[in-house]
């Protein structure tokens, strides 16, 4: 009856939700599939890293992120970006599975020998239809936000290779969009309010710049930045992709960029920048929210930076000249440097303004960011961060790239320089020495880095990249504070090992398969496409084999899995399979399973979840008419034989049946434990009496073999009359386990205990838990009780 109700009133909540209203009233197309479809939304935190998530986390910024860690079933994973660290490179990897897509983030075409950023449209375009060629984008069929390609998504708005907002417009009478508007009041309130908030700050910060008199022009631009990005650019993200949830569309990647648009000029760890982490974990927790009421799919939510940010000085107020000075130093008088002093490279502030399809606005006020160049120019540097480029008209020869890389070093303090070598190597040169790359990356970045090897190979890459210069110009070097090229207090593009240090949060079941520990953009391409085709990864706590002598625990499940009908009344054995795999758990103890029923499809539910799982199973049929039959199973990774399965006895003969299974685990360390699954009566007297046969006969049978464990879906809370009968002889793990105990039933809004392990003394119980993930909320009408014991 509650599960009933549960369930209308979850339809009532998406039915009247903004989302699904607005979707509706605006007549978008949706997509024709069933809910138990996946769906995938990844949320890229732009130039987060790993170190200041984890700051974050621990100082109480990103209250939602850590819930993921500690009750959703989430893992940390460490997420190295490649080079360059820029999110071009980053998405061109994701996206279409192809390495350092760009040399850097401007560089020069040598199609068209023009200098581009990868803000402009054209440039972003071009590089797309590039590394596109014959690939399948990892967006194909989704929609994407605020990313530099698009990713093949039939949808994708303020992208820079994509139009922005204005064809939506263009398909939505301008009535309905106001009634929609009016629906999201409470948002533009909220947003109201944020932008209050965030002018005055802005304009503060510039007051108070004001009385030092500097950068009063970039701290103007950076309130535009600010309240467009930050905040209106952010809304607008959430809302739209909260309604392509309710749409029921493959897969949604979307980009927060907020926190990277003020570390730039503010430093990563600059209590300016932290403070947008609250607002985008708010708005990924609300858009989680509508994802998991989405009526269309099962939708995982993924979160993940592509890159860091590193502490940065300013070369020029390093040195005490530019770096476009010390190239004509270095390479000598007599060849010309080409530099725009109005519209340099390190001009980039309003260019992501640009991009985020305000472009006309902010054109009129401020002008375009970066002139046409053409090939009249002899030396170029392209500098845009801690990673620049050095261009020449007629090439150098390698003896006069050498002498050029270390005059830029030992004399102009650039704090490493990376000259090509024919074949797949490069030297870098730095003050302390030259390396040959990648041969000595330990030598040169130590045993500290933690992606030594793959920052040397990916800069030998960016090297002989076809758009590279002469030599790339490095910001970055082992005993040295990093320098961008720009005026940047934060900066990324380089090797550094914070700025190519970002993170992937995923789910535990995520079919990650990387043999390092830790991911690239495309070890993460590839999880994205394997979740698309439906696979989930098995988790095994025993592929390795303990060493003698050596205590392993066991962990135990016990789960009413309610037929595989969910809280939304879609039947999915699959949603029980992820939260027992995510429960990363050695045996399992299901009740309330079907086989062959029409009601579920006439599937095998118990095989169906043992395949998914990899696990062995044993299932006895409590209730068995003609081919249908309804009862019990208990599944393990472990070695495990059937010792007994039968009927426990009732009073009505038109009650429900109800039985037991016992069978014999081996732990990794090749001792036998007996454990026994069973379902009883919803009847106090009937309870009563079954739990009277179990101890008398089933568990003193069981303990002449050694320890036992008793477990399931008792029906009974603490202290209940049938409780009682079996705690005379076996003790209540979720009792005498550290920490609290709590209820089982019902999984929404859980009310009381009556899923419980008992055990014989000799069993100790190190941890107990009940999984009161999104997931397991939503999957049956009971959470899995969780026990981790040593016997």
Not at 752 to 763: L, M
Request: hydrophobic share 40%.
């Amino acid at each position: 009856m509650i599960a009933r109700w549960s369930r209308r009133w979850r339809a009532l909540r998406r039915w009247s939700s903004r989302s699904e209203l607005a979707v509706r009233w605006l007549g978008l197309p949706v997509s024709d599939v069933q809910r138990d479809h996946d769906g995938l939304i990844m949320i890229q935190i732009d130039g987060l890293s790993r170190r200041e998530l984890e700051n974050a986390i621990e100082q109480g910024r990103m209250p939602f992120l850590k819930s993921l860690l500690d009750r959703q079933g989430y893992r940390l994973h460490s997420f190295y970006s490649g080079l360059p660290s820029s999110t071009p490179a980053v998405q061109g990897e994701l996206f279409y599975g192809i390495k350092t897509a760009v040399p850097a983030f401007g560089f020069v075409d040598h199609e068209t020998n023009q200098s581009v950023l990868m803000f402009s449209p054209d440039a972003a375009a071009k590089v797309q239809k590039r590394i596109s060629d014959g690939k399948i984008g990892l967006l194909h069929g989704g929609s994407s936000y605020c990313n530099i390609y698009d990713g093949g998504a039939n949808e994708s708005h303020f992208c820079a290779a994509s139009i922005g907002w204005d064809q939506i417009l263009r398909a939505i009478r301008p009535s309905r969009l106001a009634v929609v508007a009016i629906g999201y009041w409470f948002s533009l309130v909220r947003a109201a309010g944020l932008v209050f908030i965030e002018i005055w700050l802005g304009l503060f910060d510039f007051l108070r710049r004001a009385i030092t008199g500097r950068e009063l022009w970039q701290e103007l631009l950076m309130i535009v930045s600010r309240v467009m990005v930050a905040i209106g650019l952010r809304e607008l993200t959430i809302i739209s992709a909260s309604m392509d949830a309710a749409r029921g569309l493959p897969i949604i990647h979307l980009n927060l960029l907020g926190y990277d648009e003020h570390a730039h000029r503010r430093g990563p760890s600059s209590r300016f920048a932290r403070w947008t982490l609250k607002g985008i974990d708010r708005c990924i927790g609300r858009l989680a929210s509508a994802a998991n009421l989405s009526g269309r799919r099962d939708y995982d939510v993924w979160v993940y930076s592509d890159h860091g940010q590193e502490t940065t000085t300013t070369y020029e107020a390093l040195v005490g000249n530019s770096i476009q000075d010390a190239c004509q130093s270095a390479v000598g008088n007599h060849r010309r440097l080409s530099v725009d002093d109005e519209h340099g490279w390190s001009n980039q502030r309003v260019g992501r303004a640009q991009w985020l399809s305000a472009g006309g606005l902010v054109a009129q006020l401020f002008g375009t960011s970066l002139p046409d160049r053409n090939d009249s120019q002899t030396v170029r540097v392209a500098d845009c961060g801690p990673l620049g480029l050095l261009y020449c008209e007629t090439p150098m020869t390698c003896q006069q790239r050498l002498q050029v890389a270390s005059s830029l070093v030992h004399e102009h303090q650039v704090p490493m320089v990376i000259v090509r070598q024919p074949g797949p190597s490069a030297l870098a040169i730095t003050s302390g020495g030259q390396y040959n790359l990648p041969q000595e990356s330990t030598k040169l970045f130590g045993d500290d880095h933690p992606f030594a090897d793959e920052v040397s190979t990916d800069l030998v890459r960016v090297s002989h990249h076809r758009d590279s210069g002469e030599m790339v110009l490095s910001g970055w070097c082992p005993d040295r504070c990093p320098v961008s090229f720009a005026i940047q207090a934060g900066a990324h593009a380089g090797p550094g090992p914070i700025e190519t240090h970002g993170f992937a949060l995923l789910p535990s079941d995520a079919p990650v398969n990387s043999p390092k520990s830790f991911l690239r953009p495309k070890d993460l391409r590839a999880t994205a496409m394997r979740f698309r085709d439906g696979q989930q990864n098995v988790v095994s706590r025993h592929s390795v084999t303990p060493e003698a002598g050596t205590t392993r625990t066991l962990r135990l499940m016990t789960y009413n899995v309610h037929s595989c009908l969910g809280m939304d009344g879609q039947l999915s054995p699959k949603r029980i399979a992820r939260v027992i795999a995510q429960a990363d758990v050695d045996v399992v103890a299901l009740q309330e399973l079907d086989v062959g029923r029409p009601r579920s499809g006439g599937i095998d539910q118990a095989h169906e979840i043992a395949r998914r799982l990899c696990m062995d199973h044993h299932f006895h049929a409590a209730l068995h008419i003609e081919e249908e039959r309804y009862g019990d199973a208990i599944l393990s990774r472990l070695p495990m034989r059937l010792i007994r399965s039968d009927e426990l006895p009732f009073t009505k003969p038109y009650r429900e049946r109800r039985g037991a299974i016992w069978v014999e685990v081996t732990t990794v360390q090749g001792r036998p434990i007996q454990i026994i699954n069973t379902h009883l009566s919803l009847y106090p007297n009937e309870r009563k009496q079954q739990a009277f046969v179990l101890t008398d006969q089933w568990v003193s049978a069981a303990r002449l073999k050694g320890p036992v464990v008793l477990c399931g879906d008792f029906n009974a809370t603490p202290n209940a009359p049938a409780h009682r009968a079996i705690t005379r002889c076996l003790q209540d793990l979720h009792e005498v386990a550290p920490g609290p105990t709590t209820a089982t039933w019902f999984s929404h809004r859980p009310l009381t205990r009556i899923d419980h392990v008992f055990a014989s003394d000799e069993v100790i119980a190190t941890h107990a838990e009940v999984i009161a993930s999104d997931l397991a909320k939503i999957a049956s009408d009971h959470l899995p009780l969780v026990v981790e014991i040593e016997a």
